[in-house]
């Protein structure tokens, strides 16, 4: 697996939201989190296993997912994270949180870099 | 996972860790291969990937929220390990906190008892008592009760106007009165025996909200017109020791000072009455039982309107506020006042006063608060002084664990870490130490009572070991040991990574290491001092008030109370009962002679009439009063006091012959001053009496008081009645081998009266010194404590800084410096430490004393003599605790001290 050039450090708590994003389209275990995140983000975000692993499980300990044990595509036993209902009202809450950020943060940052070049 | 689940399944949740970081390894090594890199390659690549798998996992688990509570159980698994590994430090640490928290432990039982308790009853808070104040001109009120002098406050009341007080509804939910009688007789088959017992109105338990256990309470249909109802409720201590906690109790018939009663009741465990929360009365009685329990001659109490001695309490309605309350009672008292007593022109009607009645009448709090918190302090020196010598050897322990704590720092401990490392430690220690001393003041609860109450009466007193106490105990441990582990834990947090590493055992020069130890062992002294000043103030006060002269002689004299009950002994029989046992006890085998007087001496009693001599300028402010006693005719011959002109009393002095007295020589100093006063009259209670003779001075009510101006009349030509006098017993053998031929010839006089209160002479005056007593041997054990831990301290300072500075020392040999040098060398910095802390003690005690001045006799609260003495105690012992380690320092042999490591 090559590193991209355009690898960057996301926002703090942005990791949260993307994990999320990822479980809510169903029951999904850490590596295969890992994996979507890659290609969904084509390749431009890696997400490290120090980083995933301590968001799943505090995301499981606030009670935002919910964990089970299941067998894998290979047959092997992996826990699997689900969404909860709380965790889909956050998401929610979240996803209109950062939208409306980006919109706003956008707004700003749009144009040419003029003054600072 | 709740946190709590998340706590206790700490191993389930390693396993699914570790199964899950698995699973991704594999899956990532998997798809490796997949794209063709051979398995080995694609493990490498993976762990390389992964990076630090234990990382992984530490930070998941702190995403539990449990990490900080599991490393604080490894710190507590890790300290309970330090402390085994050095069981003698544990065992001092243990032992001198234990005594430390044991003895505030026990303190503070008295405390809670003294100060804290509330009555056992519904709601104690809105309990009030009801007091009065008055000026000089009050209408003429005598007061049978307590009298504050300081605040003119009176808390008795006659019972007419208790009676129109209580028809007052609208502030107060019930009023309702008791009064305590200090003795009665009572006998259960046949034995007499004194006991206390306490009048009450009907309302009393209801208005209270008490209840008995067995039977029922006191109603108000048992409290009506005198003598109606002949019921008793029981204590249960008087249930315990006279009936075994028999249920068959209700319905018995005991006699009370001779009158049949039966028992309708029995009260429970924790009551005390409404008058103390420390003692129960044995026995409770209606009112209507007044002529039996209290006997005052042919007029009842009960309607006698100058005589003030019923304590009344009311239950204040919620919201009512106290001083409406007083207000509207200020006014109620005045009417009930002017209703039942005569009121002249220029005499003052008293003013109602209103107090907490939660704790009762309080006297015992009153009386005791201030010794009470003069031991609290004693006790928390003690403690303080056990936490100073405590840090000084966590201190010592913290310098040989340099090298552990460095290379916990270099580990990456951050200070957070190490501080809360040391102070679990201490709080270990501090809790062990706790749990310690709550046993030691558990076995030891009993052991100050005796402050309360004399040596022959039995110990009533039960200390009460609850959850206050328990809660003390917990509070001062952990207190006590955040306080003592704070420095070295401070100490150890900023410890450099690299400085033990690098440091061997011993450093050339002294460096600044030791100076919190030092400093620490100079308050150790300092504290002792404070000590050790009290406990020389105490014991002089002591020797002092013992080497009183008394003006009599105490020794082979056994004393004994009579109470000639008042249905028997109607006057003036009693008086003729009096001289009948007087007659027979000296014609007893073992006895030399015998006396009886109204107030023992030395027994904290006096009584006093007006004194207005015949033929003599009156004194100028108003009717003069002067101490009396009445005695027997061989009084002063048993009591041993000299008669030093005219005569004492004889056979020739008659119940009708004249009236006679004999005078001390300190009232012929004050009414008859260079005059003869031998066959002169005076006036007392409007009688004329002739003075026969001059008596040396005698001490009267305490040891304190100068002999007072006193004159002695005889018995038999008494008018009154005495429902009690003391008998007064010469003996030349033991008190225990009189004893049962004064009671078998008491008893052949009538076998229904006990001897009250037997005890010598001496016992008598001891224990009017029993406060001083318990504060001198309390202070002389703290203060040997102190020294002792003061010792340690020193020693142990020293010891460590003379090891420390073996180095330094081989090198001043090596240039030649002499033996003598190098020791005056070492106690020369003692007794610098020393010197510091007496200086800082004598000033600490010169500020503290003043609060203790008033609890001394004979001598100024800076008595020099006291405080040099303590000074010198403790410089000796600063320099005879250095001799060791300062003659070690000396005899060593430069070679070797130069190649120390």
Redesign the interface.
């Known amino acids: 697996?090559k590193k991209t050039e355009s690898r960057f450090d996301l926002p703090q708590g942005t990791l949260d939201l993307l994990i999320m994003r990822v479980v809510a389209l169903g029951p999904i275990?850490?590596?295969a989190i890992?994996q979507r995140i890659q290609q969904m983000s084509r390749e431009a975000l890696q997400v490290?296993?120090?980083s995933l692993?301590?968001a799943l499980?505090?995301l499981e300990?606030k009670k935002l997912l919910t964990a089970s044990w299941q067998a894998?595509e290979?047959g092997?036993?992996?826990?699997f994270y689900e969404l909860t209902a709380k965790g889909r009202t956050h998401l929610r809450a979240e996803t209109e949180n950062w939208n409306r950020l980006t919109d706003v943060v956008g707004l700003i940052l749009k144009g040419t870099l003029e003054g600072i070049s | 996972?709740s946190w709590f689940t998340?706590l206790f399944a700490r191993k389930r949740m390693e396993i699914?860790l570790e199964?899950?970081?698995r699973?991704?390894f594999?899956?990532?090594v998997?798809d490796k291969v997949r794209s063709g890199i051979p398995e080995s390659e694609a493990r490498r690549l993976t762990r390389l990937?992964?990076?630090?798998i234990e990382?992984?996992k530490e930070?998941?688990r702190?995403?539990?929220?449990t990490l900080w509570f599991e490393s604080i159980v490894r710190d507590v698994r890790y300290g309970l390990r330090q402390l085994r590994k050095s069981p003698g430090f544990t065992i001092i640490a243990i032992a001198s906190l234990a005594l430390g928290i044991g003895a505030n432990t026990t303190i503070f039982t008295i405390t809670s008892e003294v100060l804290l308790d509330k009555l056992a009853t519904y709601k104690p808070e809105n309990l009030r008592l009801f007091a009065w104040t008055a000026d000089q001109n009050r209408v003429p009120i005598r007061i049978w009760g307590h009298w504050d002098e300081a605040t003119h406050a009176c808390t008795s009341f006659s019972y007419p106007v208790y009676q129109q007080l209580r028809r007052q509804t609208t502030f107060f939910e019930d009023i309702f009165a008791f009064k305590d009688i200090p003795q009665v007789t009572v006998s259960v088959a046949d034995n007499p025996e004194p006991v206390t017992a306490e009048l009450v109105s009907g309302n009393y338990y209801s208005a209270l909200g008490a209840n008995t256990v067995l039977g029922r309470a006191i109603q108000n249909s048992d409290d009506g017109t005198p003598g109606s109802a002949a019921v008793v409720v029981i204590s249960d201590g008087f249930w315990a020791r006279h009936f075994g906690r028999s249920p068959d109790v209700i319905g018995k018939t005991i006699h009370v000072n001779l009158a049949p009663v039966t028992i309708i009741g029995v009260n429970p465990r924790a009551f005390t009455g409404a008058s103390s929360v420390e003692r129960s009365p044995d026995i409770f009685l209606p009112f209507s039982m007044e002529s039996v329990a209290a006997p005052n001659g042919a007029e009842s109490l009960l309607t006698d309107p100058n005589q003030w001695w019923v304590l009344v309490m009311g239950r204040i309605k919620p919201g009512v506020s106290d001083e409406s309350a007083r207000a509207a009672m200020d006014l109620n008292l005045s009417n009930a006042v002017r209703s039942t007593m005569m009121v002249e022109k220029d005499q003052s009607v008293p003013h109602f006063a209103m107090q907490d009645g939660s704790r009762g009448e309080d006297l015992d709090g009153e009386q005791y608060s201030k010794p009470v918190h003069v031991l609290m302090a004693l006790a928390g020196v003690v403690l303080l002084l056990a936490c100073a010598n405590l840090a000084n050897l966590l201190l010592a322990r913290a310098g040989s664990r340099k090298r552990e704590l460095s290379v916990r720092v270099a580990l990456g401990a951050k200070q957070g870490r190490i501080l809360r490392q040391m102070l679990v430690e201490s709080l270990l220690l501090s809790v062990a130490g706790g749990a310690a001393g709550l046993l030691l003041g558990y076995c030891s609860r009993n052991a100050i009572p005796h402050l309360m109450s004399s040596s022959w009466q039995t110990a009533v007193n039960h200390v009460r070991f609850d959850w206050k106490v328990f809660g003390f105990t917990a509070a001062i441990s952990l207190f006590t040991g955040l306080l003592f582990g704070f420095m070295p834990a401070w100490q150890a947090m900023h410890t450099p990574a690299n400085s033990g590493l690098k440091e061997n055992a011993h450093s050339a020069t002294q460096g600044g290491g030791n100076l919190s130890g030092k400093t620490l062992v100079a308050v150790q002294i300092a504290l002792s001092m404070l000590l050790l000043v009290g406990a020389g103030l105490f014991i002089r006060t002591l020797t002092n008030l013992n080497k009183n002269r008394l003006g009599f002689q105490p020794d082979n004299l056994v004393l004994f109370e009579i109470q000639a009950p008042g249905a028997r002994y109607p006057a003036p029989k009693d008086l003729a009962l009096y001289r009948e046992i007087e007659d027979r006890l000296t014609s007893a085998p073992g006895v030399r002679s015998v006396t009886l007087s109204k107030n023992p001496l030395i027994a904290g009693n006096v009584s006093n009439d007006d004194f207005v001599p015949d033929g003599m300028p009156p004194k100028l402010n108003g009717p003069a009063f002067v101490d009396d006693n009445v005695v027997g005719e061989k009084f002063f011959a048993t009591m041993g006091i000299p008669i030093v002109a005219g005569r004492g009393f004889g056979s020739i002095d008659t119940a009708t012959s004249s009236l006679v007295a004999v005078v001390n020589q300190r009232l012929v100093k004050e009414y008859f001053p260079n005059i003869n006063p031998v066959g002169r009259t005076f006036i007392s209670n409007k009688k004329r009496i002739v003075i026969i003779g001059v008596s040396g001075d005698t001490r009267y009510a305490s040891l304190r008081d100068d002999p007072p101006a006193t004159f002695y009349t005889l018995y038999r030509q008494q008018s009154k009645s005495e429902p009690s006098v003391t008998f007064e017993v010469a003996t030349p053998i033991e008190q225990s081998a009189v004893v049962p031929t004064l009671r078998s010839t008491v008893a052949s006089v009538d076998k229904d009266l006990p001897l009250l209160d037997i005890r010598s002479q001496n016992a008598q005056i001891s224990d009017r010194t029993r406060q001083e007593r318990v504060f001198a041997s309390l202070t002389s054990g703290f203060g040997l404590l102190a020294l002792i831990l003061a010792c340690i301290g020193i020693y142990g300072i020293m010891a460590y800084s003379v090891s420390r500075r073996t180095n330094e020392i081989g090198i001043r040999m090596a240039l030649g410096a002499e033996r003598e040098q190098v020791q005056r060398m070492v106690l020369g910095e003692s007794a610098w430490i020393a010197v510091i802390g007496v200086a800082a003690g004598i000033i600490g005690a010169l500020a503290l004393v003043r609060l203790i001045a008033s609890m001394l006799y004979g001598l100024k609260a800076y008595d020099p003599l006291t405080f040099a003495a303590s000074a010198t105690l403790l410089l000796l012992v600063g320099l005879a605790a250095s001799w060791i380690p300062a003659r070690r320092a000396a005899s060593l042999d430069p070679m070797r001290a130069l190649r120390h490591e």
């Open positions: 697996m275990h850490g590596y890992a490290q296993q120090g692993y301590p499980h505090r300990y894998s290979t092997r036993e992996a826990k | 996972m998340r699914d199964r899950e970081l699973f991704h594999e899956a990532q998997a990937e992964f990076g630090g990382q992984i930070d998941c702190e995403t539990r929220g």
